[in-house]
C-alpha cells in the first residue's frame, strides 16, 4: 500500500513541483495539498495521510501551530518539517511541536524520499545540519557527565549498538550508517530497535538526545 502524503506549502509553484517529484515514486501517493496551516488541519482530518510535509511560515496558521494541532487531533499522523529556514528557533519549535522530521527544501530527492518512508515506518529523520544543532543545544543545556551512565540502563549498549548510536545521532540515515559500517540495512534497522528500546524512547531523535543526556556519545 502506497505511503498517503500531505502537502503544505503557501507557494503554489513549489508545492506543484514536489508533487510531480513525488509521483514518479510507486509507493508514495500525494492525497492532497494545502495553502496555509488551517487549510492544513482540514485536510489532515479529511484525507488521513500518513505524512505531511509541512512548512513553517504561512499565512493564517503557521505550520508549528498547526502540526501541534495535528499532533493533539492526529496522532497516528506524521509530520515532516520541509521549509527554508534551519535558525535554531525554527528547528526546536518544529520539534518540540511534534515533527518527527526536519528537512530544509535544497534536500537530495533521494533523501527526501528516504525521510517520507523513514516517517511512515515509525521513525525520525533530521538533516545531518539539523541533527547537529540538536546535539548541540542539548549539550548546551546540561554538562555531559565525566563517565558514561550506562548503569542507568536496565540493559547496556553493545559496542556495535553504540557504535551505530554515534551515526544516529550525526543524522546517518539507515543506508548510509550501513555503508560505514560495511553491514546491511536490515542489520542497521535491527540495531536501532533495540537501542530504541533499550534507551526508552520511540524514536532517533529523542535516541540522541538521551545519549547525549547519559554521556553516551
Do not use: C, W
Amino acid at each position: 500500500m502506497a505511503i498517503r502524503v500531505l502537502l503544505v506549502d503557501d507557494q503554489a509553484l513549489f508545492r506543484e513541483g514536489l508533487h510531480t517529484l513525488l509521483s514518479v515514486q510507486a509507493d508514495l501517493e500525494v492525497v492532497g495539498e494545502a495553502g496555509n496551516g488551517e487549510e492544513a488541519v482540514t485536510a489532515v482530518a479529511n484525507l488521513q495521510p500518513d505524512v505531511v510535509l509541512m512548512d513553517l511560515r504561512m499565512p493564517i496558521l503557521d505550520g508549528v501551530t498547526a502540526t501541534r494541532r495535528i499532533m493533539e487531533d492526529y496522532p497516528a499522523t506524521r509530520v515532516i518539517v520541509l521549509t527554508t529556514f534551519d535558525n535554531d528557533e525554527d528547528v526546536f519549535d518544529g520539534l518540540r511541536a511534534g515533527a518527527v522530521g526536519y528537512l530544509l527544501k535544497d534536500v537530495p530527492s533521494a533523501r527526501l524520499y528516504e525521510a517520507i518512508r523513514a516517517a511512515a515506518g515509525g521513525e525520525s529523520f533530521l538533516q545531518p545540519s539539523i541533527a547537529a544543532k540538536v546535539v548541540a543545544e542539548f549539550a548546551r543545556l546540561g554538562a555531559r557527565p565525566s563517565i558514561p551512565v550506562q548503569t542507568e540502563l536496565v540493559e547496556p549498549l553493545s559496542e556495535r549498538e553504540l557504535e551505530i548510536l554515534q551515526h544516529l545521532a550525526a543524522g546517518a540515515s539507515n543506508r548510509e550508517i550501513a555503508n560505514a559500517l560495511y553491514i546491511t540495512e536490515g542489520t542497521v534497522k535491527n540495531h536501532v530497535t533495540n537501542i530504541l528500546g533499550k534507551l526508552g524512547v520511540r524514536d532517533r531523535t529523542q535516541a540522541a538526545l538521551k545519549a547525549k543526556d547519559m554521556g553516551l556519545i
